[in-house]
């Protein structure tokens, strides 16, 4: 009864959005070890691209698969105008 209880009190938990320990605690050892074996990952990866049954392909899908975890993704947004007022992008250069 009191974890019925506990769901329905406003606030209860984490905040929607924000990661869980363990993720956050997951996320951050894996950068720590990505930093702190950056010339052995280089060192791995070189390897992987000049193995000939691997290939650069390989080694650059191994690289995606550490970053995930590195680097968080973006999500996609899509922008969509309505047909009487469309959306008009301008686009300027900084100027030197």
Known sequence: MENKQLKNIKGAGRPAGS????????????AKFVD??????QQWLDEIAMNEKLGPKV?????????????????????VGDESAPIVHIYKWQDE
Not at 59 to 78: G, I, N, S
């Open 19 to 30: 990661p869980n320990k363990s993720t956050a605690l997951a996320r951050e050892a894996i």
């Open 36 to 41: 702190g074996n950056a010339d052995k990952l």
């Open 59 to 79: 080694a650059f899908d191994c690289f995606m698969q550490v970053a995930e975890y590195h680097v968080p993704k973006l999500a996609r947004t899509e922008q």
